[in-house]
């Protein structure tokens, strides 16, 4: 075999597997989320932090160009039901960090209101933080993969310790 064609091979076989993994993600992404990224609607994209990322290309006419693109790939998104969601995707095959600046109210969520952040899983969900109000988040995104990440509205209820009945208490469900 000639040395072209066990470079082209090589290499393309790993590009071909990152591709697979990533559409898989994206697939399985899709359809745990499906009542934001197929029913909902596209928000305002948050303010992110994340390296950008040079790729030279070449067209048909041998020209050449740069496409400027973040190394992680995020949006807002909303459901019918009024829930919020934040969808990340790394499309490069090695770990990636984000930094995030979420305003509640670019993602329609009520200011003061407690929300617990949670990545959707194909069983259920994972519990990542909690935030009442605008926040910064950083997040590490594995590679080649697509995640999804809920705001859900945390519901109060009521502590008895035998004198008073204290209503201001949260509890997260989820967990």
Request: charged share 20%; net charge negative; hydrophobic share 35%.
């Amino acid at each position: 075999m000639s040395f072209e064609a066990t470079k082209c091979y090589g290499d393309e076989a790993l590009i071909l597997e990152d591709h697979a993994k990533l559409i898989k993600s994206l697939i399985e992404t899709r359809r745990n989320s499906s009542k934001f990224l197929i029913y909902g609607s596209l928000l305002r994209n948050p303010i992110s932090y994340s390296p950008i990322q040079i790729i030279q290309l070449q067209d048909y006419g041998s020209r050449y160009y740069e496409v400027r693109d973040p190394e992680v790939l995020s949006s807002a998104w909303k459901s019918n039901d009024g829930a919020s969601g934040l969808y990340l995707i790394n499309y490069n095959s090695d770990d990636k960090s984000i930094s995030l600046d979420l305003k509640f109210s670019d993602l329609g969520l009520q200011s003061g209101t407690k929300y617990g952040i949670y990545k959707v899983l194909s069983g259920g969900y994972q519990n990542i933080t909690q935030a009442s109000n605008n926040f910064s988040i950083t997040k590490s995104i594995t590679p080649v993969t697509a995640e999804f990440f809920e705001f859900i509205k945390l519901p109060i209820y009521s502590n008895f310790n035998g004198q008073t009945t204290n209503f201001d208490t949260y509890l997260d469900i989820r967990s």
